[in-house]
């Protein structure tokens, strides 16, 4: 389950934290923080998402 979640979250997270960067950039956090800010909030959200993923991906 680890190596399909590692694989996973290597396409979620980078999904996520580009639209966590693209939702910062359109509110107008156009700044260094507010552009890292939104990749980390996207990537920490990637977490259960992947988790939840992998998990039904293992079930069927």
């Known amino acids: 389950m680890l190596r399909l979640y590692s694989t996973l979250f290597a ?3 980078t999904s996520l934290a580009g639209a966590g960067v693209i939702a910062a950039l359109a509110s107008g ?3 260094l923080n507010g ?3 939104g990749a980390v909030i996207g990537a920490v959200l990637a977490v ?3 988790y939840w993923v ?3 991906v293992m079930a069927n």
């Open 11 to 13: 396409l979620t997270g």
């Open 29 to 31: 956090f156009d700044d």
């Open 35 to 37: 552009v890292l800010m």
């Open 48 to 50: 259960p998402v992947n």
């Open 54 to 56: 992998t998990k039904q």
